[in-house]
């Protein structure tokens, strides 16, 4: 059964205090692995779309990276604003247009 | 682009009423997913649309979880009768076809059955 681990499940960080969330995925083969941000209340907002190993995406504070079991998706200098709940979704290789989520990274970022 | 529209934003009803969730998807997107999201089990799909037709269904719970999309512009996810472990976000999505998940997401809607 495809499955997505996401690690820590809640991350608390000072402003400009530098981490990393982990998105462990176990699939008979992966098409695509995508990033997205959750804030309360709303829906899921897209980020990046990774496909191969190797493979890197930026977006201002945000680094996505992508090897054969995990990604990390690195926050360098977060702010206040950058508090959400990340979550990781896989798509797997054989026609489906399903995504496979884990259950997200809820991220604080204190003043 | 007003993006995906659902509705209600939020609904209570008694166990054993009938729930129909709304949706708008994104004008020109090919695929429409249904999602809902609990804390125990976060985001599953429970169906999914390709040019208005039920491609994969598989995520339904059971058989009083029915999903309908008359149109390009418009589906319904409706639970009849309702039971308290259906509450939950349910979340519609769309999207273009082609290489990609960029979902677009509504708001969802927040579902308590007393």
């Known amino acids: 059964e495809d499955q997505v681990t996401q690690s820590p499940e809640a991350l608390r960080l000072q402003e400009g205090e530098s981490s990393s969330l982990n998105c462990s995925y176990t699939v008979s083969g992966l098409r695509g692995l995508f990033w997205y941000r959750q804030d309360p209340g709303k829906g899921p907002e897209f980020l990046f779309t990774l496909y191969s190993a190797g493979e890197e995406k930026e977006k201002e504070r945000l680094k996505a990276t992508l090897t054969k079991k995990e990604s990390f998706l690195h926050i360098t200098a977060p702010k206040p604003e950058d508090s959400a709940t990340y979550l990781c979704a896989v798509q797997v290789q054989g026609g489906s247009e399903k995504l496979v989520f884990g259950k997200g990274t809820k991220l604080t970022v204190n003043p | 682009d007003a993006g995906v529209i659902q509705s209600p934003r939020h609904e209570v009803t008694e166990m054993g009423q009938e729930v129909t969730l709304r949706c708008k998807p994104i004008s020109g997107h090919d695929y429409l997913f249904w999602y809902r999201q609990t804390m125990m089990r976060g985001l599953e799909l429970l169906i999914y649309?390709?040019?208005?037709?039920?491609?994969?269904d598989s995520g339904m719970p059971e058989d009083r979880f029915s999903a309908k999309m008359p149109n390009a512009s418009f589906s319904t996810l409706k639970i009849q009768p309702s039971e308290p472990r259906d509450s939950a976000v349910y979340f519609c999505?769309?999207?273009?076809?082609?290489?990609?998940?960029?979902?677009?997401f509504g708001e969802g809607s927040r579902l308590t059955v007393l």
């Open positions: 649309f390709n040019n208005n037709v039920p491609i994969d």
């Open positions: 999505a769309s999207r273009r076809g082609g290489l990609g998940g960029e979902l677009f």
